[in-house]
């Protein structure tokens, strides 16, 4: 009599692998977003410990797709095209991001300072839209860029929604430095959530970016919140009295905001 087959048992292995190569995928594309230089085979080895045999198939694969665009004098390979046109297509379909665009411009028109509109991403924080100062000299971000949370006012804005359990669940013991003023610390954190809340608006200084002061104010249409928007503003040009009244309008501006995303049914 012929032997039945268990075709889930014979299936589980094949799967098994598959699973595990797109792990490796999206894993390979992510280690190319965190680079900022052409890669080659060896440089990928390092990063991630795959085996040479499984980053020949992958990277080929991702080429020919138009995730990695190759350099055939150097064999060192970057983020392609692809990476692109889908990342765009978050923003095109998020429904925020219209009405996000429209209050950054009015931001801008009013301080004369370059706005941000970002959205927490665990730990870190992701720019989804910025409106750059004609006069900005200090570059602080880019769509899609992300910056650790505790050393930016959009950060410290979002995690103060967070409670004291929830915070130090999600966040290390020892925090990493962008520059010297960057709060390294969970208890120094925490007395910052706690003025964020007081006042209604976060505030940094020289904490991502020296020479640049940020202040950002979450907006309330989810809870806890998500998104938030800051002003990052040259030291040399303005005053704390300045800065508090940046704070205080971005406080005003994500209040209607928020008001304005509830009333159009976005959550």
């Given amino acids: 009599m012929p032997q039945k087959v268990d075709n889930a048992a014979e299936s589980a292995p094949a799967e098994s692998s598959g699973v595990k190569s797109a792990r490796r995928a999206v894993d390979l594309i992510e280690t190319f977003?965190?680079?900022?230089?052409?890669?080659?085979?060896?440089?990928?080895?390092?990063?991630?410990?795959?085996?040479?045999?499984s980053l020949h198939g992958l990277l080929r694969t991702l080429l020919e797709a138009g995730w990695l665009e190759a350099?055939?004098?150097?064999?060192?390979?970057?983020?392609?095209?692809?990476?692109?046109?889908?990342?765009t297509a978050y923003l095109d379909r998020d429904a925020v991001v219209p009405?996000?665009?429209?209050?950054?411009?009015?931001?801008?028109?009013?301080?004369?300072?370059?706005?941000?509109?970002?959205?927490?991403?665990?730990?870190?924080?992701?720019?989804?839209?910025?409106?750059?100062?004609?006069?900005?000299?200090?570059?602080?971000?880019?769509?899609?860029?992300?910056?650790?949370?505790?050393?930016?006012?959009l950060g410290k804005a979002l995690l103060a929604e967070l409670t004291h359990d929830e915070i130090e669940a999600l966040m290390p013991s020892t925090l990493p430095a962008l520059t010297p003023n960057t709060i390294t610390t969970l208890e120094a954190l925490h007395a910052e959530f706690a003025a964020t809340r007081e006042r209604g608006y976060a505030a940094e200084v020289e904490e991502g970016t020296l020479g640049v002061r940020c202040v950002a104010a979450v907006i309330p249409y989810r809870i806890p919140g998500t998104d938030a928007i800051s002003c990052s503003?040259?030291?040399?040009?303005?005053?704390?009295?300045?800065?508090?009244?940046?704070?205080e309008l971005l406080a005003e501006t994500t209040a209607e905001l928020g008001q304005q995303l509830r009333r159009a049914g976005i959550r």
């Fill in 233 to 247: 503003m040259p030291i040399a040009q303005v005053t704390d009295d300045d800065a508090r009244r940046v704070g």
């Fill in 71 to 87: 350099d055939a004098n150097t064999a060192r390979y970057r983020l392609g095209v692809r990476a692109l046109i889908c990342g």
């Fill in 33 to 53: 977003a965190a680079n900022d230089v052409w890669l080659s085979l060896s440089d990928l080895h390092a990063r991630t410990g795959f085996p040479r045999s």
């Fill in 99 to 153: 009405f996000a665009t429209e209050a950054l411009e009015r931001i801008r028109e009013k301080t004369g300072f370059t706005a941000h509109f970002a959205r927490r991403n665990g730990t870190e924080v992701v720019y989804l839209e910025t409106r750059e100062s004609q006069r900005s000299t200090h570059l602080v971000s880019r769509v899609g860029r992300t910056l650790p949370a505790h050393a930016t006012a």
